[in-house]
């Protein structure tokens, strides 16, 4: 039974419906609509993937582990604040790496501008639809990390995503003229040009702990697809995608927020979610009558998340930013002409933390990050076969997560 104090849940749930609903309607600007089944245009992201690949923390597959509750260090009153279903969950950024680091935000917003520069150079309806599809994931992800370095170290991003000044609908990139926001590239062009497929939201990332995966390479027409699916694979057997507790069946408001996506929510929804569940949670997800859109993690996905200030050293390490993004197309003599979208190369000087001196919670926390992306790592490299499914943890509330 819904109380006096769901209102402003509700309300904001109605909006965000609204608001979804709403842009998917619009019209896809004209220079986005065709696009070429035979095109010979490829775009290259090797900029994008050297941010990626440096910046990214993978955490690996999802164990549905509940974090035990964490205890003040001696000597201090401060606890962390996290939420305990999902604080080892979801792919991390080093958003800390960007703080008060004017080279690093000056790089990312170049490589951002050279991805908004590139249907100015050749028209967007030159490329095939996987093609497309791989730019604008690509462009939203970096619009929407090189946005939140702005304001970090924020850490609940709720309202910055869904707020009444959402930095998801402010006209942040101009694409060939086209003044956008992150909506109009999901809900309106994303959205009518996929046919609303769901697939696609798995491959926006939100900069949240409660989110889709950040990837640790950038989307291409050859991968597009398979990524997708992983990261749907990933989410969706996931405590931020779904959990089962006493009989309910409670899934992430990411589906609420783009529920135009689903017109029969609750069928749709369901059949949607049994093309990739696994584990006990399957049986409960066909048993149930009712999903209960109550999932939501609003911590931004940095590394170090609540943790960040209970110490640590630095040490200095290099990585190369690479050439940027890289067009290429019949020369007319049967050959190939590249284009340099970027006209920008430079090096990325990062920072490592060196963990010392940090609390237990800190340090069990940097183990099961990095045990996890190492066993990632050699599963992408083909050394090992076996697939750590983990297992589904107690019923235990979230209620009392805060602690």
Same mark, same amino acid.
């Given at each position: 039974m819904?109380?006096p104090?769901?209102?402003?849940?509700?309300l904001t749930?109605?909006?965000l419906?609204?608001?979804?609903s709403?842009a998917s309607?619009?019209?896809?600007?004209?220079?986005?609509?065709?696009h070429?089944?035979?095109?010979?245009?490829?775009?290259?992201?090797a900029?994008?993937?050297?941010?990626l690949?440096?910046?990214?923390?993978?955490?690996g597959?999802?164990?549905?582990?509940?974090v035990?509750?964490?205890?003040?260090p001696?000597?201090?009153?401060?606890?962390?604040?996290?939420?305990r279903?999902?604080?080892?969950?979801? /792919? +991390?950024?080093? *958003?800390?790496?960007?703080e @008060?680091?004017?080279e690093?935000?000056?790089?990312? $917003?170049?490589?951002?501008?050279?991805l908004?520069?590139?249907?100015?150079q050749?028209?967007?309806?030159?490329f095939s639809?996987?093609?497309?599809?791989?730019?604008?994931?690509?462009l939203?992800?970096?619009?929407?990390?090189?946005?939140?370095?702005?304001?970090y170290?924020e850490?609940?991003?709720?309202?910055?995503l869904?707020?009444r000044?959402?930095i998801?609908?402010?006209k942040?990139?101009?694409?060939?003229?086209?003044?956008l926001?992150?909506?109009?590239?999901?809900?309106?062009?994303?959205a009518?040009?996929?046919?609303?497929?769901?697939?696609?939201?798995?491959?926006?990332?939100?900069?949240v702990?409660?989110?889709?995966?950040?990837?640790?390479?950038?989307?291409?027409?050859?991968n597009?697809?398979?990524?997708l699916?992983a990261?749907?694979?990933?989410?969706?057997?996931? /405590? +931020?995608?779904? *959990?089962s507790?006493?009989? @309910?069946?409670?899934?992430?408001?990411?589906?609420? $927020?783009?529920?135009?996506?689903?017109?029969?929510f609750?069928a749709?929804?369901?059949?949607?979610?049994?093309?990739?569940?696994?584990?006990?949670?399957?049986?409960?997800?066909q048993?149930?009558?009712?999903?209960?859109?109550?999932?939501?993690?609003?911590?931004?996905?940095?590394?170090?998340?609540?943790?960040r200030?209970?110490?640590g050293?630095?040490s200095?390490?290099?990585a190369?930013?690479m050439?940027?993004?890289i067009?290429?197309?019949?020369?007319?003599?049967g050959?190939?002409m590249?284009?340099?979208?970027?006209?920008?190369?430079?090096?990325?000087?990062?920072?490592t933390?060196t963990?010392s001196?940090?609390?237990?919670?800190?340090?069990?926390?940097?183990r099961?990050?990095h045990?996890n992306?190492?066993a990632?790592?050699l599963v992408r490299?083909g050394?090992?076969?076996?697939?750590e499914?983990?297992?589904?943890p107690?019923?235990?509330?979230?209620?009392?997560t805060?602690?």
């Amino acid at each position: 039974m819904k109380t006096p104090r769901d209102l402003p849940k509700l309300l904001t749930g109605l909006c965000l419906a609204l608001g979804a609903s709403v842009a998917s309607a619009a019209t896809v600007p004209e220079p986005f609509r065709d696009h070429d089944p035979d095109s010979v245009f490829r775009i290259q992201y090797a900029d994008v993937d050297v941010i990626l690949g440096t910046m990214v923390v993978d955490v690996g597959r999802s164990t549905r582990e509940v974090v035990a509750p964490s205890h003040s260090p001696t000597g201090t009153r401060v606890k962390n604040n996290v939420k305990r279903s999902t604080a080892k969950e979801g /792919n +991390r950024f080093y *958003f800390e790496e960007f703080e @008060d680091n004017d080279e690093y935000r000056a790089l990312l $917003h170049e490589v951002r501008k050279a991805l908004e520069d590139i249907p100015g150079q050749i028209p967007m309806s030159a490329f095939s639809r996987k093609e497309q599809l791989a730019y604008w994931l690509n462009l939203y992800n970096i619009t929407l990390i090189d946005e939140l370095v702005k304001i970090y170290p924020e850490k609940d991003l709720k309202k910055e995503l869904i707020g009444r000044k959402s930095i998801l609908d402010e006209k942040v990139v101009t694409v060939a003229g086209v003044s956008l926001s992150l909506n109009d590239i999901q809900h309106t062009i994303l959205a009518q040009n996929y046919d609303n497929d769901p697939m696609i939201m798995y491959g926006l990332f939100q900069g949240v702990v409660g989110g889709p995966n950040i990837r640790k390479q950038a989307y291409t027409a050859a991968n597009v697809e398979q990524s997708l699916r992983a990261n749907a694979v990933d989410f969706i057997n996931s /405590n +931020r995608g779904t *959990f089962s507790r006493d009989g @309910d069946f409670e899934v992430s408001t990411l589906y609420e $927020h783009n529920d135009y996506l689903f017109p029969n929510f609750q069928a749709d929804l369901k059949l949607h979610l049994m093309a990739f569940i696994e584990g006990p949670e399957r049986a409960d997800l066909q048993a149930t009558s009712k999903l209960d859109p109550d999932i939501d993690d609003w911590s931004i996905a940095d590394v170090f998340g609540t943790y960040r200030n209970v110490g640590g050293s630095f040490s200095n390490s290099h990585a190369a930013l690479m050439d940027g993004v890289i067009a290429s197309q019949p020369d007319g003599s049967g050959g190939t002409m590249v284009t340099n979208a970027s006209a920008t190369y430079g090096s990325i000087m990062s920072k490592t933390l060196t963990p010392s001196e940090f609390t237990p919670e800190m340090q069990d926390m940097l183990r099961s990050i990095h045990a996890n992306e190492d066993a990632g790592r050699l599963v992408r490299e083909g050394r090992v076969t076996v697939e750590e499914l983990g297992t589904r943890p107690g019923a235990e509330s979230d209620s009392d997560t805060e602690n």
